[in-house]
Every structure is written in C-alpha cells, then in structure tokens.
C-alpha cells in the first residue's frame, strides 16, 4: 500500500528528481514508511512511490525491477491472489528479488503483455514502465477501490493516487473544473473521468492508459457482467454466495502486520468478522464508533449491535464515542479527500480510521455489500410501488401531488419515516431510470440549474451509466450503474481517502472480484424478496449470525450532520453560504441558495446533502483553490462559533 506518482515527457527534457520528489512529499502521509524513484536513462520518463509495509516488509522497496532492469513497476494496493501467481511464474522460471506482492505484475507482464491485468486480484494502482518499448503503462483496479488522477499536457503526462501530487508540479495552478458543478450539485461528488480540478481527470475503473512515441491510449479492460442466470436454484446460490463471500475474506487477510475490521453491527461487517475469526487463530480486532449526544445522534449509534456481534465472535472490541469537532477536521479532511463530497460517511471514516490506526496498519471493511446484495432502500422502490398500484389512480395521483406538503428530516424518528414516504410517493409516477435518480439526487437538475443561473450542467454521469447498463433486470441494472457512478466516485473514494489519510490500509473484501461477478448473475426476485433486502445474502448468513442481527433497521454509516446544521454548525453554514460569500465566488445565485438554507432549517426539506454540498466546495475552494493554509480555514472558521 502507498502512493504512486510519475510522468512522461513528449517535450525531449529530462524527469528532475526534485519534481518526483516533491510530489511524493504531498502524499507522504499515504507512504510513511519509505520512498523510492526510478528515472529511465536519457530522461524521458520517471516513476516514484511512497510506501506503507504492508507485505515483504524489509525487502519491498520500489520501485521493482526485473532481473536485467528492463522493466520497472510501483504498484499502490495488494494483490491477493500474489502466492498463486508467483508460484505459476517461478514454475515457468521467473525468478523474483523480493517477497512483496508487487513484484508478479513485472513478470505478468513479461509474459502476458497488457493481458496481465485479467490475472489480478486485488485493489491496486500501478505504474509500469517498459524500458524495451519506451512504454509507459499505468491502470487501475477493476471495482476502482483505489484512485487514480491524471493530467495531460502538449509536453508531459503525469499520474498521481492524489490529485494534490499533480499540483506539485512546476507551472501547475490549481483551477475550479466548472464543467462538473452541475454533476456534483446533482449527485454529491464529480464523476469519473472528471475531477473538481480544471486539467486533472480521474482514470476510470478498470481501464489502462499507455503512453510511448506514438502517443497516449486509454482503453476498458473489464465490465460488470450483465447476464442473469435464472437456471441456478436458491439453494445453490445460497452456497454459492457463502463460499464466496468466505474465501474472500480469506485471501483479504494476507498481511505481514496486525490487522483488525470495522465493525457498525450491520449485516456486511458482522458477515466480514465472522468469516474472519473462522480463519484467525488470534482474536480478531475490532472497531466501532458512536456519537455523544440527542436523538439525532443515538439514531446513529450501533455500539450496542457491534458489542454483540463482537461477544458472538469473540474480538478484541474496542469502541470510541465521540462528539466531533467538525469545525476543526472539515478543512484538513477536504485536503485529504482532493475533491468535495456531500457524504458525511468521511467524516465518521476518517473518526474511525484514526481511531483503528493506533493497533493495526490493516482494516477490512464491509463496504460493498449494500450494492452487490440489494441493501438500499431504493431498492424497494418497485416492492412498495406494487402495494400502491393496488389503490384507485385519483388517490395515488393526489398522494403524489402532496407529497411535498409532509415535513422532512432524517435525524428524528417520526420525521425520517415521513422523509422516506414522501420521497416514495413524489417517484411514484416516475419510470424505474428516473426513480432511480429521484432516490440518489442531492438537487433536482431543475434546481441545479436555478442555482447556477441555467449555466451548463456538463455530462449527466447517470444516464451515460444507464444507456451502457443493458440489463433487463430492474435491481441489477441500478447495480450496474451503482458500479459505474455512486460506488467508485463517492463510496470507494472516502473510504481510500480517509482511511490514507492516517496511513491506514482499508480492504474491502465484500467487492472481491470473483463475489461481485457472482452477484451480478443472481435474479433480482432472489436478491430482495417480498419487501426483504439483501434476502439471498441473509439467508447465506443464517447459520453464521442471528436473525436479530440479520434482520436489524438498516442505517448508514454516516453522521447526524442535518441535525448539526441546525444546532452547532449553523453559525458556520450561514456565514459560509451567505450571500456576500456566494456572490464573491461567482457560482452560484445567492438568493437560490438563502431559500435553500431556510426551507432546511424549517424543515420543509431535508436540505442536509445538498448544504453539505455547497458548504464543503466553499471549504475546498478556499484549501485548494485560494491555497489558504488549513490551520487559517480552520481558525476562521472556529472564530465564527467562537
């Protein structure tokens, strides 16, 4: 695990070490435990790392080279299936320098050529540069659960895990992308290939880009498979699904240090632990937080369901309460996470990361589980759909036009409920595509456009992900497009950023290749079944963890941040989204914004998502854009609650 950077030059000048150097200064904190460079003779190209031991910890230093330093590799990630394929390679008379992981993509390659990524499995980032072709070659994990930012210019094309290692270069000037607002006022993050920075682009998932004297070429490797298998039985799948989900986790807990797991109480976590402790003949350590607080905050506490997974399973439990100063870790947090996001999830990530990070430098997490097994209450859209479709069409057509009369917040009880119903009943009448989107807009496009002044929305990432998702089945084509846009943009990026950001490796074994391919083939009525999410899944786990854990209310892992936005943050939100404020930075329509702000705060909206998202660009803006330092954002922002 650790930070990649690099770049090739088209201009004829020489890599400068100081430049390799001063990019992997910025992600230090990705790789604190060593650095490495290699600059091909004459110049042309150089790649670097910074590295977190993870596996080979004395002799895994990178950049790796093969035996005659015709071909170099640094690789950010694990590759879990390394044993298998060193002994294939050693077999065909390979012969290997070191025991890291790593060191099989040299020699895959070798053998393969660009075909090697199909043998991988893992989360992994690599650079490879190819000294015989003059060939630089670069590529990214199937799932995308680690990232990866480029730039491209007429006299280099440099990469980075990081998009604030691009900014280290000379001549870089950090620039709003304004093409992506429409995007990330719509969805809550900036989908790939696009990046908040005007220049950097991400590289997708699954995709390679090589760049020689030919010029730069970028190309798919993988895609989700879109082929329902409806001869399989429940039975079968259910044994299916139990294997798989067991030798993931499994090969996941390869490491030459401590490792521990996440652990909410939820069923994805608890599945992860279980499988973990059937093969660890240690305790397995595990982690958990809850906030101090009101009612918002005890919605969100699941210590008691995580106390009892770990009694069952017998870990090493340990647990945090905290009542987080978010004013202080909002601006350091938004450094770390490159882009914006208007997930709360990060801020209770990084709350637990850090807190794990004092016993382990490894945590498996049960993120993915909610995609690959139907856990999402938009999931249900079309199971309660069918119990109104059953009431006369005048009812449901009224019910649809006063759905917007019932208050709205998600940190009561009472008032959560009546959320969730009004959003069912405002998407009634819509097709399942534009349900879908209903469900996961932070803002209406409609509104997107008043608060930018009907400036161009850019690309719509989610009906590009819908026009290539062709599957006919309703729950697995939103899966499709899950895999395209929320998961690896939003999900999977916190998770990487955050858990990094304390130099904390976090593996998410429920996303292994070979499971999400499987679930990609199992038919929606099994998946969900009679208003029962993850019901295929559940019934896996029914001899591995009681029904009270298996059939709990579903809660996300993120924080009461709408209540926070009324309380303790509002003095904050106010001043950073006041009018004066919004129309210095010149994006957005200041009295849109106002309205927005008050229909929050009087409940006439769960505003929550959508004021994050405005809050935490002005906060990026001010970081990365107007380069203020941290500790300044910081203090201004402390003095306003002061």
């Not at 109104?388 to 019910?399: D, I, Q, T």
């Not at 290749?513 to 199992?522: D, G, K, N, T, Y």
Request: net charge neutral; glycine share 8%; with cysteine.
């Amino acid at each position: 695990m650790c930070g990649i950077h690099g770049f090739y030059r088209f201009d004829g000048r020489a890599v400068e070490r100081a430049h390799l150097s001063a990019m992997g200064d910025v992600t230090r904190h990705r790789g604190p435990d060593d650095e490495g460079q290699h600059i091909e003779p004459g110049g042309r190209c150089g790649i670097a790392m910074r590295r977190l031991s993870i596996i080979d910890l004395a002799g895994g230093h990178q950049p790796i080279s093969n035996a005659d330093d015709t071909l170099w590799v640094v690789c950010n990630g694990e590759i879990y299936n390394f044993r298998e394929l060193r002994q294939e390679l050693q077999a065909r008379g390979y012969r290997f320098k070191t025991g890291s992981d790593s060191e099989v993509l040299l020699h895959l390659y070798d053998l393969h050529g660009d075909d090697f990524v199909h043998r991988l499995d893992g989360m992994f980032n690599f650079a490879l540069w190819d000294a015989r072709r003059q060939r630089l070659l670069i590529g990214r994990d199937h799932l995308g659960v680690k990232p990866l930012y480029v730039h491209q210019s007429a006299s280099l094309l440099a990469f980075a895990t990081e998009a604030k290692a691009l900014l280290a270069l000379p001549g870089m000037q950090p620039a709003l992308n304004r093409e992506v607002l429409g995007d990330y006022l719509h969805l809550g993050y900036v989908p790939a290939p696009h990046s908040m920075f005007a220049g950097i682009r991400k590289l997708p998932p699954a995709t390679l880009l090589s760049v020689d004297a030919q010029g730069v070429r970028e190309w798919r490797y993988w895609r989700l498979p879109q082929t329902v298998d409806r001869t399989v039985g429940e039975a079968e799948w259910v044994e299916r699904i139990r294997a798989g989900m067991e030798a993931a986790v499994q090969r996941q807990m390869v490491a030459d240090v401590p490792i521990g797991a996440f652990l909410s109480g939820g069923v994805d976590s608890s599945a992860v632990v279980a499988y973990m402790a059937r093969h660890s003949d240690q305790p397995i350590r595990t982690y958990a937080i809850g906030f101090e607080g009101g009612e918002a905050e005890q919605l969100y506490n699941e210590l008691p369901y995580a106390r009892q997974v770990a009694g069952l399973f017998g870990t090493e439990h340990r647990e945090i309460v905290v009542r987080p100063d978010v004013v202080g870790l909002l601006p350091r947090l938004l450094w770390h996470m490159d882009e914006p996001v208007a997930d709360s999830a990060f801020i209770t990530t990084y709350l637990v990361s850090e807190f794990a990070r004092r016993d382990v430098k490894v945590i498996l997490s049960g993120v993915g589980g909610d995609e690959l097994f139907g856990g999402y209450r938009r999931y249900l859209g079309g199971h309660y759909l069918d119990k109104l479709a059953r009431l006369p069409l005048w009812s449901r057509r009224l019910m649809a036009r006063t759905a917007g009369l019932l208050p709205s917040d998600r940190h009561s009880k009472v008032l959560n409920t009546l959320r969730l119903a009004r959003g069912l009943l405002a998407s009634s009448e819509l097709a399942p595509d534009d349900r879908y989107r209903h469900y996961l807009q932070v803002l209406p496009r409609d509104d997107v456009a008043a608060l930018t002044r009907g400036q161009p929305g850019g690309s719509d990432a989610l009906a590009a992900a819908f026009a290539a998702a062709g599957n006919d089945d309703a729950l697995n084509r939103m899966f499709a497009v899950d895999a395209e846009t929320q998961l690896p943009d939003d999900l999977l990026l916190l998770t990487d950023k955050m858990s990094m950001a304390v130099s904390l490796e976090c593996r998410v074994p429920l996303l292994d290749r070979a499971l999400v391919e499987l679930a990609a083939s199992i038919p929606e009525s099994l998946k969900v079944r009679n208003g029962r999410l993850k019901h295929l899944m559940k019934s896996a786990l029914a001899d591995v963890l009681p029904p009270d854990i298996l059939d709990r209310r579903k809660r996300g892992f993120g924080t009461p941040m709408g209540a926070w936005l009324k309380q303790q943050l509002a003095p904050v939100l106010r001043r950073l989204l006041a009018a004066d404020v919004v129309r210095d930075r010149g994006l957005f329509d200041p009295a849109v914004v106002a309205r927005l702000v008050a229909d929050h705060e009087a409940a006439r909206i769960d505003g929550t998502d959508a004021l994050l998202a405005l809050m935490n660009l002005e906060i990026w803006s001010r970081v990365h854009l107007d380069r203020h330092s941290v500790d300044d954002v910081t203090a201004e922002l402390k003095s306003l609650i002061a």
